[in-house]
């Protein structure tokens, strides 16, 4: 990036044979870099988890996961989420996504400030003892990250839960 910033420059020196005008767009183009660097390094996801409440249940109940959290909303951050429930056996079930827009996020702290909840159905199939909520979310802060590359950003979360007898 430096190296093509440089040789710009000097092309654009010799075709002006102006100094000034060189030191302007070296400004011009430094300043610019900066900018589309500091997007490019927007990775950090907008949403914290501090704590959650434990959860049991039966196989077949809808329980619902409390979760304190932090999150950052002057970012205008979208997110698509894919939750699945895993049991003490490693069956894997998906058990929900969702989409969330940056004025649907608002709302929610709104409504319920500092918490998050998620309503899921335990799966009927799983056994008793220890399981996992697992939540895999992509977040999307800038119109960089709707490009293949740098992608999303992708923050995982397990909550764990207990399926009783």
């Not at 900018?35 to 914290?48: K, N, Q, T, W, Y």
């Not at 979760?67 to 909303?73: H, T």
């Not at 003490?88 to 409504?111: C, D, F, M």
């Amino acid at each position: 990036m430096v190296k093509a910033t440089f040789l710009l420059l000097r092309w654009f020196d010799r075709v002006t044979d102006r100094p000034a005008i060189a030191a302007w767009a070296s400004v011009l183009a430094t300043i610019s870099a900066l900018v589309v660097a500091s997007v490019l390094l927007d990775r950090e996801p907008p949403h914290r988890f501090l704590s959650f409440e434990p959860v049991a249940g039966h196989a077949g109940d809808t329980v619902i996961v409390r979760q304190r959290v932090e999150r950052d909303l002057g970012r205008g951050c979208t997110s698509h989420s894919h939750r699945s429930a895993i049991d003490s056996r490693g069956l894997s079930i998906p058990v929900g996504q969702r989409n969330l827009s940056a004025e649907e996020r608002t709302a929610i702290e709104a409504k319920f400030p500092g918490q998050a909840l998620i309503q899921f159905q335990i799966p009927a199939t799983f056994a008793p003892g220890p399981a996992v909520l697992a939540l895999d979310i992509e977040w999307v802060c800038n119109v960089t990250q709707r490009l293949p590359w740098p992608g999303p950003i992708h923050q995982y979360r397990a909550v764990p839960f207990e399926v009783l007898q």
